[in-house]
């Protein structure tokens, strides 16, 4: 008799690449230090809080002046886009002309304001607008996702982080995928929100709180204040505003302003000076302050997000990052676990309400999803909870309107309140319909083993993509449909065929069970990635070396190099 060989089991699991990271006290415990450890322990506590504190501050700085780096690169081509109300009447060019808008000016605040101005001037109508306020939305979740760049160094983290930055991105296309179509088909979302305004009797407001900016102001406002009227000018047709710059000089201060004015004390209420920031006087172009302004933002932020990881990952040890990640991704007890989840989207609301940024939020709990904090599935209803939040602040915005534009603006505000509420109705309150979590871990998978896909997937959905359609676009409606309809049906005939591949490919012809008759740069990356590589590790080029010239045959002589009359060169 024979015994078969000791196999082991470990190579037959599987590691989970999602699976949380189990976080150990491995710290000293309180109780075994003495005075002085404890003194000097909660002394560098307090130190890194502070620090994380002020990096987060200027995190939210950066953000902002970034944004008004964008407005003034491309704010009156901003302008000048949406002035193409021809091109507007195509909702599927609204939908991109809203996305390249809000990449251009960094924020859906301002394009959703220019989309409002324009819809109260009566230069576009609450139908054709409905498209270009989904295009916001696509646009504004760019952000977090070129926040999860900045954890390209560690694969796994990266594979987190970008998961949990595109399962935003991935909600907001789905949701346009499905919504955009029923609007153009019903108009349910201009109906349902004409019925709301015409059933209450709605008056206008104060302006929206200002809550993160009385904190941020003084210090961005020091540095460029930007005056956005003159881009909701050029969209709304004025042709004073093209001939305007967008840096402001005058700038209205608070009330009971006291000036002093040839030795007498003066009290005016809201007086209008002139601005206190940098460029006030500057001789130098709005696309020069922009570039520069550009420059240094992305540098600050880069650095203050690479100093959050590392600052998150040092103070979220020990028992810390145990309480944490448990209050994070706990349940709650049966029979309310299904509440988890639109708790956490309440949260998500609120938060973005008080920095009155989506972007700002979601790029907030990136590195957190990175570092295994919170889990991909927290972080879905959490962004989720961010677009409800950022419409909110919309709303009080438009309840500030005029009487004579406020059913309008409102009406605007709730369309994108509505766009939202109805893609989560889709996508999250049955656990099968959460495409955007599978599909998100599907393409952090991807860019994990390949890594420079991930500028691919920002180039390609949020810059070439729209770019390609909005020339289409100019084209006419004709060739828009002509040139996509036969790109999107080979499209779905490959998902239906990769499905039928994995679970039924006893359903398909030999031929199409797999891919394999195609040449392998069609339906793998591996080549991709080889030339990828190849081109980063391309040696740099060095001059031809100085060559002995003999006429007869080399001796055997090392590290010499000889050459033939022929001037071929060998090295020996």
């Not at 002085?36 to 994380?52: C, E, H, S, T």
């Not at 646009?139 to 900045?150: E, I, K, L, Q, R």
């Not at 006030?280 to 570039?291: I, W």
Request: proline fraction near 5%; glycine fraction near 6%; hydrophobic fraction near 50%.
């Amino acid at each position: 008799m024979s015994m078969a060989p000791a196999l082991s089991t470990v190579a037959l699991i599987e590691e989970d690449p999602w699976e949380m990271l189990e976080l150990q006290d491995t710290g000293v415990k309180w109780a075994d230090l003495d005075t002085k450890g404890k003194i000097l322990r909660v002394l560098i506590n307090a130190a890194k809080l502070f620090l994380l504190v002020g990096l987060l501050y200027m995190f939210v700085c950066s953000l902002d002046i970034l944004s008004s780096a964008f407005q003034l690169v491309g704010g009156k081509t901003a302008g000048d886009i949406f002035q193409e109300n021809t091109v507007l009447s195509n909702p599927l060019a609204g939908l991109v002309i809203g996305m390249l808008v809000t990449l251009l000016v960094q924020s859906s605040s301002t394009s959703s304001s220019i989309v409002v101005s324009m819809v109260s001037s009566g230069l576009l109508e609450v139908s054709t607008a409905v498209p270009i306020i989904m295009g916001t939305n696509i646009g504004t979740s760019v952000t977090n996702t070129v926040v999860a760049m900045t954890q390209v160094g560690d694969r796994n983290k990266f594979r987190r982080a970008f998961a949990g930055a595109t399962v935003h991105d991935f909600f907001n296309w789905l949701s346009v995928l499905v919504l955009l179509p029923l609007e153009v088909a019903t108009g349910y979302l201009v109906k349902l929100t004409d019925l709301i305004i015409k059933s209450f009797n709605i008056q206008s407001g104060e302006n929206a709180p200002a809550l993160l900016n009385v904190i941020t102001d003084p210090l961005t406002h020091s540095i460029i204040v930007l005056d956005e009227s003159v881009i909701s000018g050029i969209a709304t047709g004025d042709p004073e505003a093209k001939n305007k710059s967008l840096i402001k000089v005058w700038c209205q201060t608070a009330s009971n302003t006291v000036i002093i004015l040839n030795h007498v004390r003066w009290k005016k209420k809201n007086a209008i000076l002139f601005c206190n920031h940098i460029f006030v006087n500057t001789n130098l172009s709005d696309l020069a302050v922009g570039l520069i302004l550009l420059a240094c933002s992305l540098l600050i932020l880069c650095t203050c997000l690479i100093l959050i990881v590392k600052l998150l990952n040092s103070m979220l040890k020990g028992q810390v990052a145990v309480v944490i990640k448990k209050i994070m991704n706990t349940d709650f007890p049966f029979p309310f676990a299904w509440l988890t989840g639109y708790i956490a989207m309440v949260v998500g609301a609120g938060m973005t309400f008080i920095v009155q940024s989506s972007s700002v939020f979601t790029s907030a709990i990136t590195p957190l999803v990175g570092i295994g904090v919170i889990k991909i599935e927290r972080a879905y209803p959490l962004s989720l909870g961010s677009n409800i939040g950022t419409t909110t602040t919309a709303i009080l915005a438009a309840m500030a309107s005029p009487g004579e534009t406020l059913g309008n603006s409102l009406q605007i505000a709730l369309v994108h309140l509505f766009f939202n509420l109805s893609g989560i109705l889709l996508w999250y309150p049955i656990p099968f319909t959460r495409l955007p979590i599978r599909m998100a871990k599907a393409l952090g998978q991807l860019t994990a083993q390949y890594r420079w896909f991930s500028g691919v997937y920002i180039i390609f959905c949020f810059f070439a993509f729209p770019l390609v359609v909005f020339g289409l676009s100019l084209a006419g409606w004709l060739v828009l449909v002509g040139v996509l309809v036969p790109i999107v049906v080979v499209l779905i005939f490959i998902i239906v065929v990769n499905s039928l591949q994995k679970h039924k490919p006893q359903w398909l012809p030999s031929i199409l069970q797999s891919w394999d008759f195609l040449p392998l740069w069609a339906h793998s990356l591996e080549p991709w990635d080889r030339v990828v590589t190849t081109m980063a590790n391309f040696p740099t080029p060095v001059p031809p070396p100085t060559c002995i010239i003999s006429h007869t045959a080399p001796p055997p002589r090392l590290n010499a190099v000889w050459c033939w009359k022929s001037r071929d060169c060998w090295r020996y």
